[in-house]
């Protein structure tokens, strides 16, 4: 019996006699002894807390797993039946509890298998949709925020401040970053691409133009024969 021995490759003779300590046979081997090797695992969310109604995703990091570990992906320690190196929870809920169990395919391993620190995940609530405004051509988020996402027609444009001159006509709107999470949509205004500033075509002049819900005047250079209104928004 050779007892613990450290790691490394240790030469081994065996020698045979009968009873008579004659007609003795010898064998001689090499024996490797490996390190045993521990393993470990650690799992990350791509985010903690996650913003309501986001999706959150788990990896991992192991040492000493050998080259086919086994996986199993736990929720509130239950098998979830995800054995994939990635854990995608769609719809988290507030204070469950993601971990990854591993069994090593290294033949010196110990433990075997092992359990990562369960992660408790924390739901970070969503900010209200923010309220908007325009006064002419300002337009104005009245929601306290970190930042200000605008939008025209659906369309990203580039403005993150709470209050900025439109220059495209069209419908707006904003969402607003608070607290790491985005919020949804906030209510619409309209603006058509007019100033606020009277403007001029062939000697005629519109003002004030948007209006507040005042009368607005038309001045000519010339006399007017007839002036259609087809259609006026504010």
């Avoid at 001689?28 to 695992?41: K, W």
Wanted: proline share 6%; charged share 15%.
């Amino acid at each position: 019996f050779l007892g613990e021995l450290a790691a490394g490759v240790y030469s081994i003779q065996l020698t045979v006699s009968n009873s008579n300590g004659i007609n003795s046979v010898t064998r001689n081997n090499a024996v490797r002894v490996l390190d045993t090797l521990i393993p470990t695992v650690t799992i990350t969310p791509s985010s903690n807390p996650v913003c309501q109604g986001n999706a959150v995703v788990f990896t991992y990091n192991a040492t000493n797993q050998g080259t086919a570990p086994s996986l199993l992906w736990l929720l509130n320690g239950n098998s979830t039946g995800n054995n994939g190196s990635t854990f995608t929870r769609p719809t988290p809920v507030d204070g469950e509890n993601i971990a990854l169990r591993l069994t090593s395919s290294e033949r010196c391993a110990s433990p075997k298998t092992i359990t990562s620190s369960p992660v408790t995940i924390s739901i970070q609530a969503k900010p209200d949709a923010p309220l908007i405004s325009r006064t002419g051509d300002s337009i104005r988020c009245l929601s306290v925020a970190d930042s200000v996402y605008w939008y025209v027609d659906g369309a990203r444009i580039a403005p993150k401040t709470l209050r900025f001159k439109a220059v495209t006509g069209g419908t707006y709107q904003a969402r607003i970053w608070k607290n790491g999470c985005l919020s949804d949509l906030s209510n619409s205004v309209q603006w058509w691409g007019m100033n606020s500033q009277a403007f001029s075509l062939s000697g005629l002049r519109v003002y004030p133009n948007p209006t507040q819900g005042t009368d607005c005047k038309v001045e000519a250079d010339a006399h007017i024969n007839s002036l259609r209104v087809y259609d006026c928004m504010d």
